[in-house]
């Protein structure tokens, strides 16, 4: 079955960014008959998974592979390659992307070098939307989709360092962006890029010494379990969340053991209590005396870092693996962005409850995968903008969304990292009901479109 032509009629929308996100819902609304323009400030799809990519925005490294095994990250219509490993190259996940885009028709329907500098709603409830080029177009609909891997977070510490200092977003490979070799090195935090590229520079040829800092330990997730990959091992999503919790930690403790035995500091908290960091090496180099843990910097003092315990190195290169913001710079209006806790709820994590018109896709920390995170919310867009599908009342929409939060977030100790977890399966479960349940509201209301077609694409106007 081809794809359906825009229909008359309908709203047209505004994509912004070209990611994995952004391309399966402009698949989705193409299939449906929507239009759109869907605008990447690159050169090509692919977002965070274009290594080097030149808009400076990708915290892809040339070592990475993904830490979702290839059956948990393939798109429902489009299955990944037959010879690919459990956990494929970075190389591999762009290619996939490309395939999937060329395959249906996508490329053509995306400007691509073309960023979108502001996004802002009018008197009358449309979206006036800024570009690079100095454009502005209207657009019944907005959907955000410029991912939120690109802005670093970088702590504060007294004092200075004289070595060299950068985040994990710049890091390439052990020579880029400075040489390590033979180098104290210093990777703050113990997320998964953190033990990726900690472990990467603790192989003896490399760093001199390799010192990882962090605040608190972790629970470290090997990639296997009982020779398959661990997440195809995931709870079934109607199982009650403290009995698979329960389950959960019984089998990684049995599996993996306690984190003191391998040098590591012992966690303050249960399994799956922080987002997990999987890593099939660390524990590894850990283990082999490779990597030296230490708590918190203290303080920066010139040549040598003051750490919590009052210890003091002398250390090289400081490495922040200490995560990202959540940033929409091209919106303005303090209620559609993050608050001072990095906080968004949303309805479905995709809608703010009063604003019909706005989709953010793709934000969430999903577990197994992001990957086709937004392929699933795609489906209720899609049945939105075309009348079959309606939302629910405002109040109903806030009391889900507690609820939602509730639920997926409700097992995390407090953090920023936290704010946006989601349990895949348990999300696409739910969305599947509330996408039914949207679906007889609608018909009742006799499938009258929420968001009509208004927008009528403005003159060019000079950049402000």
């Known amino acids: 079955m081809s794809p359906a032509l825009p229909q008359k009629g309908l709203p047209k929308a505004c994509i912004i960014g070209a990611g994995c996100s952004g391309f399966t819902t402009a698949k989705r609304l193409k299939d449906a008959g929507v239009p759109y323009d869907c605008f990447e400030a690159s050169d090509d799809i692919g977002g965070n998974w274009y290594f080097k990519n030149p808009n400076g925005l990708s915290a892809c490294y040339e070592s990475l592979h993904i830490d979702t095994s290839k059956w948990r990250l393939a798109f429902e219509d489009f299955p990944v390659p037959a010879g690919w490993p459990d956990f494929p190259h970075h190389s591999q996940v762009l290619q996939y992307f490309k395939d999937y885009v060329a395959h249906f028709g996508l490329r053509e329907t995306i400007t691509f070098n073309t960023k979108v500098q502001k996004a802002a709603r009018t008197d009358d409830g449309l979206w006036s939307v800024t570009l690079s080029t100095g454009e502005t177009r209207l657009y019944d609909v907005l959907i955000v989709a410029n991912g939120h891997h690109w802005d670093p977070r970088i702590p504060e510490y007294p004092g200075s360092f004289d070595g060299v200092a950068f985040h994990a977003h710049a890091y390439s490979d052990p020579f880029d962006p400075v040489d390590m070799r033979g180098k104290t090195v210093v990777v703050v935090g113990m997320g998964n890029s953190a033990m990726d590229i900690a472990s990467e520079l603790a192989q003896r040829p490399i760093a001199g010494k390799l010192i990882v800092s962090a605040r608190r330990g972790v629970w470290v997730f090997p990639k296997y379990l009982n020779g398959k990959p661990s997440d195809k091992s995931a709870m079934p999503p109607w199982m009650p969340r403290k009995l698979g919790l329960s389950m959960a930690r019984s089998l990684i403790r049995k599996h993996v053991g306690k984190m003191e035995d391998y040098g590591l500091p012992k966690p303050d908290h249960e399994p ?23 708590p918190a910097i203290k303080a920066l003092e010139g040549k040598t870092v003051r ?29 559609l962005v993050p608050d001072a806790d990095h906080r968004l709820p ?28 937004a392929e699933q919310q795609s489906k209720l867009v899609a049945e939105y903008l075309t009348g079959r599908y309606a939302l629910p009342a405002i109040a109903d929409m806030q009391r889900i969304t507690a609820k939602d939060e509730e639920r997926h977030t409700g097992q995390y100790y407090a953090s920023a990292r936290h704010t946006i977890q989601v349990d895949f399966g348990v999300y696409c479960a739910d969305l599947k009901k509330e996408i039914a349940a949207g679906e007889r509201r609608a018909k009742a209301a006799g499938n009258r479109l929420s968001i009509a077609a208004r927008a009528v694409e403005a003159l060019p106007l000079a950049a402000e």
């Open 307 to 335: 750490f919590a315990d009052d210890t003091v190195e002398a250390v090289d290169v400081i490495v922040f693996a200490t995560g990202y913001k959540i940033s929409f710079p091209f919106l303005a209006e303090p209620a």
């Open 346 to 373: 949303l309805f479905k994590r995709m809608m703010k409850p009063g604003t019909p018109n706005l989709f953010y896709m793709g934000l969430a920390q999903a577990l197994p995968t992001l990957v086709n995170f």
């Open 272 to 294: 799956l209590e922080a987002h997990p960091s999987v890593s099939g090496e660390f524990l590894t180099r850990a283990g082999c005396g490779d990597i030296t843990f230490k």
